[in-house]
């Protein structure tokens, strides 16, 4: 099967190790602005070669867009607009409901499998590629009912080769639960990096306390801005819902902190513990 | 030497385990009121025997305490009230400052070495003991100018023998700098984990969706509801000054997400990739 892939940086780079290494792909094509990004992915052999996206595609049997969302919307109008009923689109945004309905008219929209894989690290472009960055984790397919059986069929193999767990949703749910779990983990993550580097001046004592707890809950503030700010402009409305949730917990926890209620605190911290029967 | 531990919990297990490993104990004497901590304790070949404190204390040449904070505050003033001048106190709580002024006017003030291993896991109780858990992080030890010489010396000598890099601050200073990187990494994680359960009443979409970051950021809000109740009663002024900026920020990306100002919020994000200069 000759795979696209369009943005060959941390997800389209680990996604072409991967599918080279388990035969899944005969031919990899990357499409690729940045030209920085494309000589880096050429040098480590991420993919066979790069190509404009419309010669990309009419040599393709399977286009993957692994570029941030409001990048998707405008490579997946194209790419549908270019494409036959024997190829199959997939996009990995973090993001679903914008996008699909970006083109619910299209003629070929049944084409077009809605994904999600549940994987990723805090670094980006093509040096952050890694092998086996997917295995175990979920892949979350979006509204199944709209693709043709076939293109549906393609994207499920192509995750099962990757040795995801696959689960469906429809494209707004998905919006929805990743806000409410992955996004404004994220936001949490950005705000306490920035609330600590105002708080602390010196850079030294950030260097040695880090280990008490800060560096693992400010690893995503390392991500990407372009990727989330693009993810906060898709969703921002399940976002903000969130958010407000977690500043009223926060004010509480404050307000118990000021009237010295520990007892309060104390029972704040064990319902967090709650978090153990989810996650070991 | 002869090591007594008071609290054989994650950091006094972890401490018994690599202080028998390197020799720098000859005998470890633990002392712990809960009944179940001290069986499994025993049964994991962490201390050699329990004592109650006082028989522990007079027998030892050096005492460590690794219990809560509120904790410490009542068994650091009795080790004092036993102990002579040949005998060294440490604790490693994660404040400094209302331990240390609890105990100045005691005739043996001298002979304790406040302290705080920048070490530690989400898990508790002897079970989480772990083997290497300081190896290369930072100890901090404050005040070092009220200790006797001979006690810092041990102090500093069992530090290196856990191959920790010591820094040293003042015990008011400690707990600022404790708030702005460790103790507000913790509050963010707490209710970040509450958030998430009260928003997403399904348990398996947390669990699938876990990996897009909020494992990571959640780990914390595992830890010990005992513990960090504690931190929080000693250093309640510092901490709700840095939740107060954490708030603020939140606050601002709330409203650049309503008005839709996508610049200031990549902006955001910006700043907190700052934080790959400190940590890597």
């Known amino acids: 099967m000759i795979v696209t892939i369009v943005g060959v940086g941390l997800i389209g780079g680990s996604l072409a190790l991967d599918l080279r290494a388990n035969g899944f792909a005969d031919k990899l094509i990357g499409v690729e602005n940045n030209d920085c990004n494309k000589k880096r992915a050429l040098a480590l052999g991420l993919v066979d070669e790069f190509k404009k996206l419309k010669a990309a595609v009419e040599e393709s049997d399977l286009i993957v867009l692994t570029i941030p969302v409001e990048g998707i919307v405008v490579a997946l109008k194209n ?14 945004g973090s993001t679903k409901n914008h996008i699909v309905s970006s ?39 979006c509204d199944k009912e709209n693709c043709d059986k076939d293109a549906l069929r393609i994207v499920e193999k192509l995750y099962k080769s990757l040795f995801m767990k696959i689960i469906y949703m429809n494209s707004a749910e998905h919006d929805v639960h990743a806000a409410y779990v992955s996004h404004i983990s994220h936001i949490s993550s950005f705000l306490l990096a920035n609330t600590v580097l105002e708080k602390e001046q010196i850079d030294e004592n950030i260097f040695n306390l880090a280990s008490g707890g800060f560096e693992s809950t400010v690893r995503l503030a390392k991500s990407s801005p372009k990727m989330w700010t693009d993810v906060f402009k898709q969703n921002t409305d ?9 500043l009223q917990l926060l004010h509480q926890f404050k307000s118990y902190m000021v009237q010295k209620d520990f007892e309060k605190i104390y029972e704040q911290i064990e319902m967090a513990n709650r978090i153990k029967r989810i996650i070991k």
């Open 79 to 92: 790419t549908l607009n270019y494409i036959n009923m024997k190829q199959t689109v997939v996009d990995m």
């Open 103 to 141: 083109v619910k008219d299209n003629i070929n929209f049944k084409r077009y499998v809605p994904t999600h894989p549940m994987a990723g690290t805090e670094y980006s472009g093509p040096d952050a590629a890694v092998k086996n960055l997917f295995a175990n984790k979920v892949a979350i397919i």
């Open 238 to 246: 399940n976002i903000i819902e969130v958010l407000d949730t977690y």
